[in-house]
């Protein structure tokens, strides 16, 4: 079941393949479209059919290079399913937007379905070459997409992205090595590390390990001082290109968190939580305090992302924190993480969207140069009004479940840390409020040929843009659904971690 | 001992042989007869040396000569390498008034490379130097312009010099150990002088750095690379590395495992300097072969990892044969394509490629990050062995050297993929661009398919590759 669900889109790409770029675009638009939906289809059936005990479903294990401890491991849990459904629901949303694509088609669509492949195998793989081998493709394939399909600086930007995420991925790899010859007998099955442990008691060694498999993961997430490639990648990547960097590829870096660093090193994590939780707490004030200052949207969005990933890497370190918590506690803020990274997937998915909107219409992301947009566009400011509130975390949509429960779970272990963490919130309230203020209201102009006008949001977009933000609203309104998922898990993981 | 045992040496031998003979009565129109005895030659090795996998490891030639699994893959790998240079070659040499004496050349410096990967006797590993290097300096100036002759000149003068210099390691260490065989080197060299042993071994390394083109004997690479035509540059950068590394892992791990000379920080300093220095000097290389020739030179850094873990990790051997096997394909993969586009020998020239050939520009990306270890080809995990390997072998501090290292080339081989995928220069010329044949273009895609199938199927490979060394 999870096999055919990460390969049918790689499969439909071996197909387009043999079709011809003459074949018209519609062909292969058309067929994305076709594909992402089924594959959505087949996540949602995966999910209705997921037995909430907290365990791994739809487990298979095969071998693949037995002498070298490597296996073909895949399976979901209340940490990873969540992510999988985010994935394949923004790669439909991103697929109905590239519908108005002109600009070689072919390429785009097959370098789309693959990293859709891509993505959902990370989130289902419990084998670390496994995970290494989706985490390191996700980076070339993102590359060919800045590079192609970028405006811009592009070129150097894709170059700035792959050498700074290779970099991670290599340390992440060393890492595992560090794992995998920890282990007797050494394999890299993740689910066989996470019960023998065999780096418990947190020596040296370990610590070295932790260092390596952090580094490579916060420099995905992206953490401060790991966050340099982000600004420029967004900016100049395609708007699709972008949602699907922010909303499922940041999330490969905070899903590593809770799926390899917390269980599989749990008394080093431990150890060093409090760390975490200082570049956690560092990200969100950072972050908000330099998307403040930006004057681009994208890369104000894009510091945003930073900003919204420190609360995760801050409820991950808060969940290591021993001292005088209750369990039920840690476990909530790592239920807040999970939401955390399905929160912001659909609600930066959307806001890049939104922004290759603006960029489609007036080639420019200069918040200064636009004013009065409401007049023109009023659905386009109405669904960014409302992305841009659910973004800075009212009540009634999902960024709000997400960052209450990381607070009130970090709250009791890191309580100066969360305090400090909150101001984030605000900060990111008012540059939020700021930026719709300046872009949308006041007299109209926009840059360019003012005479043309504004064209508002056309049928393609707005049917990609707002389930994403209805997802939001669902999730903000009726969150049982996902919390039902995700709580047993985070509750086993915290099981594991304080162990 | 039964000759059996050497069934793929003797058919090279024999392929040799027939060829020059036949080459000698042929009209020039008719020589792709040898060509096609030469890639039979090869074939029937590879058959024999597959029936031979799995069979009980031996020592034939008087204990000179060891068959197991380090020699048959070695053959393996030389036997494939040599088939697809072949097949780069077809376009370049064919019709060509030395053809024959090419494919002969190139069996006997095969033949050579196989003879370095079994030796466990010092004397037959200068037989093999020499076999495998002669043939080469006059492959290296079949071309006669002025780039290939010098480049010819200086791969015989520094070939010459530095094997001088291994007999004479040759000479002091068997002074010091009263043998040229490994296994009694191996009780006598403890007992021996410290200073001879170490000198022995630093002249006798010499010769072999200079087979594998690693630093400080890597000087020759570029210019042979520039000089020779494509198909002997990808064959002399990739094949005697397979022989030179094994004998040099066979040296330190079978005569010299007691010995207290500290070998293996000696083989972890060349490691670094080779992947530095030729990281370094192919950042801002603006032609594709030097960049390919300093590349070479970095990748045999990553290779000298497994050496120096040689007595410290069991996994050191079959990531070294694993890491050999993908580097042939892959390097080998990428020559294809500068032999499928002749007339583009600037990195520049590039620029377009994907709309032009797709296929080239897909086998192109496949092979350079292939050689950069991105999944799921085979270098990736070439690599993940070796770094496991010098992990486990309490050599971390070199596998770090070695990822900062990868991360170095990625930048240079993007220099080389960036413009292929970019749009059409506006001065565009058709030329530049046209393709030579359809046979270095098979050969690319036969290469990138193999790193990938490699990578993917790495599960029925590794077990083929691991098994101990004899004796």
Partial sequence: MLSLIVFLPLAAAAVLVGVPASAGKRVFTGSWVTVAAADLALVVAAWIGYDLGGGLA?????????????????????????????????????????????????????????????????????????????????????????????HGRARQSALTFFLYTFLGSLALLLGFIGLYLAADPHTFDIVALTRTNPLAGGELYGALVLLAIGVGLAVKTPTVPFHTWLPPAHTDAPAAGSAILAGVLLKMGTYGFVRIAMPLLPDTWRQYAGVVVVIGVVSVLYGALVALAQEDFKRMVAYTSVNHMGYVVLAVGAAGLAAGSDEQARSLAVTGAVTQMVSHGLLTGALFLLAGVLHDRAASYDMGAYSGLAGPAPVFAGVTGLVVFASLGLPGFSGFIAEFQILAGSLGPATVATALALLGIL???????????????????????????????????????????????????????????IEPSSATLIGVVSS | MSPAALTPELTLTAGAVLGILLGSWLPRHRQWVVRLLAALACLVGLAATAAAIGGAPQLVFGGSYAVDTATNAGRVIVLAATLLTICLSIDTVGSHPRETEFYVLMLLAALGTIMLVGATDLLLLMAGYLLASVPLYALAGLVKDALGTEAALKYYLMGALLGVTMLTGITVLYGAGRSTGYATLAQNLPGAPQAAVAVGLVAVLAGLLFKIGSVPAHFWVPDI???????????????????????????????????????????????????????????????????????????????????????????????????????????????????ALPHAPNLADYRGLARRHPGLAAALVVCLLGLVGTPPTAVFLGKLEIFSAAIDGGYA???????????????????????????????????????????PALGAYTAAAASLALGVAGGVVLPLVSGPLLP
Avoid at chain 1, 453 to 482: H, M, N, Q, W, Y
Avoid at chain 2, 247 to 263: C, I, M
Wanted: net charge neutral; proline share 5%; hydrophobic share 55%.
């Fill in chain 2, 225 to 339: 690379t520039e000089g020779a035509s494509t198909p002997v540059a990808a064959f002399v950068t990739t094949v005697p590395k397979i022989g030179g590394l094994i004998a040099t892992y066979r040296l330190v791990a079978e005569a010299l495992p007691a010995a207290g000379v500290n070998w293996p920080l000696l083989v972890a300093v060349l490691a670094t300097a080779s992947m530095t220095l030729g990281n370094l000097a192919a950042f801002f290389q603006d032609t594709v072969r030097r960049l390919l020739a300093y590349s070479t030179i970095s990748q045999v850094g990553y290779l000298l990892l497994a050496v120096a873990v040689a007595t410290r990790s069991e996994l050191a051997l079959p990531a070294l044969l694993l890491y050999l096997a993908a580097y042939a394909v892959t390097n080998l993969g990428a020559f294809a394509v500068v032999a």
């Fill in chain 1, 58 to 150: 739809y487990e298979q294990r095969l071998p693949w290079i037995p002498s070298a401890g490597v296996s073909y491991h895949v399976g979901v849990d209340g940490l990873s399913l969540p992510l999988v459904a985010v994935t394949a629901a923004l790669f439909l949303a991103c697929a109905i937007y590239s519908l108005r694509q002109t600009h070689r088609v072919k390429s785009f669509v097959l370098l789309f379905l693959g990293l859709q492949t891509v993505s959902l195998g990370l989130f289902t793989a419990l084998d670390l070459i496994l995970f290494f081998v989706y985490f390191d493709l996700s980076i070339v394939g993102m590359y060919f997409v800045i590079a192609r399909w970028g």
């Fill in chain 2, 397 to 439: 501090w070199l596998a770090v050297v070695a990822v900062v290292n990868t991360i170095a080339s990625l930048f240079y081989y993007l220099r080389w993929i960036a413009p292929a995928f970019a749009a059409e220069p506006e001065t565009y010329s058709e030329e530049v661009l046209a393709p030579a044949g359809r046979w």
């Fill in chain 1, 427 to 485: 900060i990111t309230a008012g540059l939020l409020l700021r930026a719709l203020h300046r872009v949308f209201l006041g007299e109209a102009r926009i840059p360019g040929a003012p005479e043309s006008g504004f064209t508002d949001l056309k049928p393609s977009e707005t049917a990609s843009i707002v389930p994403l933000l209805a997802l939001a609203i669902l999730i903000g309104v009726l969150p049982r659904f996902l919390l039902d998922v």
